[in-house]
């Protein structure tokens, strides 16, 4: 079975740094990958997902995730974060399988971001 | 209107009562799931169906029971609900067909088991 590892457990930022959130994943096969974001009291959004083609992603908000196949990783980026951004994030895995539709999330990283 | 809704949306109850969490969608999608939230553990899949006729139990699904009692609504009960039992639960739906595997979630439910 396929996990997913996010090693960062709390991140704290001041506004305008540059943000890297890592996510690893084990699974030796074709995999698609997602970044979910939970604002504070809200559901979790969909932030970006990657599939196939090209392995920089962009999504909402600015944010971007490179997919480094050697590495199984799929780290979010983004260049200069506004308080805004504080929220939780969580990276997740799907076999591409048709069929199957169930996601693995990661432990999600909380990220907040000090005016 | 949220087009995937939980309720209720906080619920206090006491060890061994039964509980019934429900998940109505306007998204049409065929397939709903439930997965549960914990602090520094993340979202855990305990149930989910991929139409009225198929129910499927996820990595956690000891201790919960669900139904399908329509397209669009998806139920999870606690049968005699325990403290460890304590999370915040979502459902969430998605579209058949592989391509997308995006989740849409509802707001979530808050359960406090005493």
């Known amino acids: 079975a396929q996990s997913v590892s996010q090693h960062n457990h709390h991140v704290i930022l001041s506004e305008a740094a540059s943000l890297e959130l890592g996510c690893n994943y084990s699974?030796?096969?074709?995999?698609?990958l997602f970044w979910y974001v939970q604002y504070p009291g809200q559901h979790l959004q969909l932030l970006l997902k990657?599939?196939?083609?090209?392995?920089l992603v962009k999504g909402i908000k600015g944010f971007e995730a490179e997919f480094i196949k050697s590495k199984f990783s799929f780290n979010l980026r983004k260049p200069s974060v506004q308080w805004s951004d504080t929220a939780e994030y969580f990276c997740?895995?799907?076999?591409?399988?048709?069929?199957?539709?169930?996601?693995?999330f990661g432990t999600g990283t909380r990220l907040t971001i000090i005016p | 209107d949220a087009d995937v809704t939980q309720t209720p949306r906080n619920r206090i109850t006491k060890t061994g009562k039964r509980i019934m969490l429900e998940c109505s969608q306007t998204?049409?999608?065929?397939?709903m799931y439930w997965y549960r939230q914990d602090p520094g553990l993340g979202l855990r899949l305990i149930y989910y169906?991929?139409?009225?006729?198929?129910?499927n139990k996820g990595e956690i699904s000891d201790g919960y029971s669900v139904s399908r009692q329509a397209q669009a609504k998806f139920s999870l009960s606690l049968e005699s609900a325990i403290p460890n039992q304590t999370a915040l639960y979502f459902c969430?739906?998605?579209?058949?067909?592989?391509?997308?595997?995006?989740?849409?979630f509802g707001e979530g439910s808050r359960l406090t088991v005493l």
């Open positions: 969430a739906t998605s579209v058949t067909g592989g391509r997308t595997g995006e989740l849409f």
């Open positions: 699974y030796g096969g074709t995999v698609n």
């Open positions: 990657y599939f196939s083609g090209d392995p």
């Open positions: 997740a895995v799907k076999v591409a399988n048709f069929g199957n539709e169930k996601l693995t």
């Open positions: 998204k049409g999608h065929d397939r």
């Open positions: 169906s991929f139409d009225v006729k198929d129910i």
